[in-house]
């Protein structure tokens, strides 16, 4: 059943949990400060610093679990119909944060809570596509052709 579960629900809650460390939890305006600050920097070849954010860290593990969803949504078993209706209710809860609570108003929120919906949509797109083709398949194979 592990199968259902949306695995970009991971970077959300832990998104959730940093913001709620924060005094005032979902009501604190800090989360934008806490997210854009300096972790470290990395020296470029270059010469110049890259600075690396706890915002950089969080997308870039988000859109690492986004490509572990496009290809789980590639599937066409029932269990995928699960996921994609609990990705749909992840995707419900993050825009419910992102709209009324002042902690999830940043950028790094929103462009996850935008991988979220990429994710539902890609996940119905293919399992129609899919669906699609198992049909013309089926008539073909079955003499149903015109």
């Not at 800090?30 to 915002?55: E, K, Y």
């Not at 950089?56 to 969803?69: K, P």
């Not at 398949?137 to 079955?142: H, I, M, Q, T």
Request: net charge neutral; aromatic share 10%.
């Amino acid at each position: 059943m592990f199968a259902a579960f949306p695995l970009l629900a991971l970077p959300v809650l832990i998104y959730n949990l940093i913001a709620l460390t924060l005094s005032g939890g979902f009501k604190s305006g800090m989360a934008a400060d806490r997210f854009t600050q300096p972790l470290f920097n990395i020296g470029m070849t270059s010469g110049a610093s890259w600075p690396v954010t706890l915002s950089d860290l969080l997308l870039a593990g988000s859109l690492v679990v986004l490509f572990i969803e496009l290809l789980k949504s590639t599937t066409s078993r029932r269990v995928a119909i699960i996921n994609h209706s609990l990705s749909m209710g992840l995707f419900i809860i993050c825009l419910i944060e992102f709209l009324l609570a002042p902690a999830f108003a940043t950028s790094t929120f929103f462009l996850m809570t935008l991988m979220v919906l990429l994710d539902v949509l890609a996940g119905f797109i293919v399992t129609i596509v899919a669906a699609r083709r198992d049909i013309d398949l089926a008539s073909g194979v079955g003499g149903l052709d015109h």
